[in-house]
């Protein structure tokens, strides 16, 4: 896997991608990381997130395959690809989702372990009430890409 590094409104913000999809993202720069995207899906991958940033793009098409995960884990990351842009599910909503309505603390687990944040929407999920509990990227990058959503989403309701 090769990383690629992108400036952010959350920070620096890692990629890694290998030549068939993203297998991994991470906040901050990765020690092997470069600034340049090296192949055709670093590439691609790096354009999405400027445009997602950017308040451009709301909804990812690069590839994206999760190198490790348990069986709940993996289902956990398919459900929050289809919580829609600038909206929030509960962990209780995703737990019943996925059909263990009382997992809720285990989708918790299964957010922090989400190796591919931002591009498998991990932010998108809140504690019950709309409460910001939990993430792994500290729960003030979570308020800005929570923030930067409803902008967007206000703005195309609007227009």
Do not use: Q
């Not at 902008?151 to 609007?158: E, P, S, T, Y």
């Amino acid at each position: 896997m090769r990383w690629t590094v992108l400036d952010s409104p959350i920070g620096e913000f890692s990629v890694g991608t290998d030549s068939d999809a993203v297998r991994g993202a991470h906040f901050g720069r990765v020690a092997s990381a470069t600034d340049e995207p090296g192949d055709e899906v670093a590439r691609r991958a790096v354009a999405e997130l400027r445009a997602y940033f950017a308040g451009e793009l709301t909804g990812f098409t690069v590839p994206v395959v999760a190198p490790r995960g348990s069986e709940f884990e993996r289902a956990v990351w398919r459900e929050m690809t289809l919580i829609p842009y600038g909206e929030t599910k509960t962990y209780g909503e995703v737990a019943k989702a996925v059909g263990d309505p009382g997992a809720a603390r285990a989708v918790g687990v299964a957010c922090n372990r989400n190796p591919i944040p931002v591009i498998v929407p991990c932010h998108r999920i809140v504690g019950a009430g709309g409460k910001l509990v939990g993430f792994g990227g500290g729960l003030p990058r979570k308020v800005t890409l929570l923030e930067l959503e409803a902008a967007v989403a206000l703005r195309h309701a609007w227009s």
